[in-house]
């Protein structure tokens, strides 16, 4: 007689187990969540009984106003889906806290603090490391919290390994748990973040958010809501249910401010026009505690609407009334929303809006702040139009080499980590060596053009300074400012997407070019103002 070996043995009595339990669930459940219940019963889950991600179910029962708890511990999913799991949270090979403005960073200082002005980002502008630490690493960064939070073994924290997800109170510490103030508590920091922060880091508090974060009877959790509160209570990141509906196992999206680009008719945006590929979805209304909470389900796995959760461009910070000049405060739906346009309809799109998220210290100009406009970039790119998506190159089909099985790989990492599973399984003629040649090529160039643009910025800053002290009139300094957002928002869109070289470098040529002409108009304007006003005299 074989006998199974320990591990399917015990799976097989958990299975057995969740079986038996799984008939008694359901029966007590779908009195009231029938519309759960029914889509469960014949879904991929049907066999994992609802008390697997669900405490408290007696006392629920017993009193309806006592909620049961949800799980939201990748754990309980990683307990099935274990390679998923674990390549989930793989430890990042990038360095904790290295920084964007570093010399061979993305956006080298001194340029960058002078472009961005006295904005937060000149506190702290840290590379992103790992899926996995994407919740400590923004905790603790320093223009967030003030130095609020700390990890509890100091730099030691560095020391994570991967495989697992993280539950950040274990790592991290609250150095001021009797209050709830949101300020600078240690110099050359700042308390930039804010209450929707938390949407893109997970799902923890999501049953608690009413849709785009509105403020309703019920909802726990607002935009205006204080952030020490909120983020107190997110304890994971990168929650699988972020794509996966955890009861029929369909594929899905939950980030509200994407749901509400998908649904928008006022404006054209990057999908509608620009995307080569869509993918249809069936949005829901998913809040059963007495306001609105929707879920989008897709017609199919598409991991590029997936990705579009997190790495777009978006506003999620009170800002200015572009044509007002009165402030936008978080009471505003601007505050969480995803303009959903491409580098060529960037600026236009936030003029018709309104919405700028700051005012230069130097030049005056009403500015954005550019996030990380991943998704738009790369719609309508020559990868997206032949039918690649962010799951082809970053997540692709990988064998464990111990049962053989073959698997997404769910570390989202950058191809080069598996160029053979990735580029090679298109460019069939092409060896990894030449592909790492390739990819090294284009960066380079791109970053020539990056570093052409901040130098005629830089002429533009030391016309402005100029301006300024000899008194040029306002008409003709109004006419820079509105250059000088050309030109900042041209460059620095480049400056915060990621492989923005790689995604589209046709667009990010085209783009960078008129952020360089922008910057140069602006200069030669202020230079021959200056010169008038001296012959004047």
Known sequence: MRHLPLSLAAAAIALAFVASAQAADLKACQTCHSNITESHAGAAHKDVACTSCHSGVDAHLKNMKTRPTVSMDPKTCGACHEDQYKSLFTASDRTARASKKSANGPAPDPFFDRALGGHGFTK?????????????????????????????????????????????????KDNYPDNNEHKPFKPGTAAAANAVCWSCKSTDVMLDWAYMGDKVEGAKFNRASNPVDLVREVNHAINCNFCHDPHNA???????????????KDMPTVYTDVAAHKTKIDVKDAGVRGFTRKIAYMEKSDSNLMCAQCHVEYVCNPGVDAKTGAKIGMDNRLTNHFPFVNADQIEEYYDKIGYRDFKHNLTGALLVKMQHPDFETFMGSKHEKAGATCQSCHMPKVTNEKTGKTYTLHWAT??????????LTCHKDKTEAQMEKSIDAMHAYYDGKVREV??????MFNAFELALAQGVDEKTLDEAR???????????????????????????????????????????????AMTQKTAAK
Not at 126 to 152: C, N, S, T
Not at 256 to 261: H, N, Q, V, Y
Not at 414 to 423: F, G, Q
Not at 485 to 496: K, M, Q
């Open 414 to 423: 950058s191809p080069r980590h598996y160029i053979k599973e990735t580029c």
């Open 124 to 172: 702290e502008h840290d590379l992103p490391r790992a899926h996995a630490f994407m919740a400590l690493d923004q905790f603790i960064v320093d223009r967030a919290f003030g130095g609020r939070f700390e990890p509890k073994e100091g730099w030691l924290y560095t020391t994570l390994e991967g495989g697992e997800s993280y539950k950040v109170w274990d790592v991290l």
């Open 454 to 459: 901040e130098s005629r910025m830089n002429d």
């Open 482 to 528: 509105k250059l000088h957002s050309t030109a900042h928002i041209n460059w620095e869109y480049w400056t915060a997407v990621n492989g923005a070289w790689f995604h589209n470098p046709d667009q990010a040529v085209r783009s960078l070019a008129k952020a360089a002409k922008a910057a140069q108009d602006a200069t030669d304007l202020l230079r021959k």
């Open 250 to 264: 369909k594929p899905r999206i939950v980030r509200d401010a994407l749901i509400d680009a998908l649904e928008r």
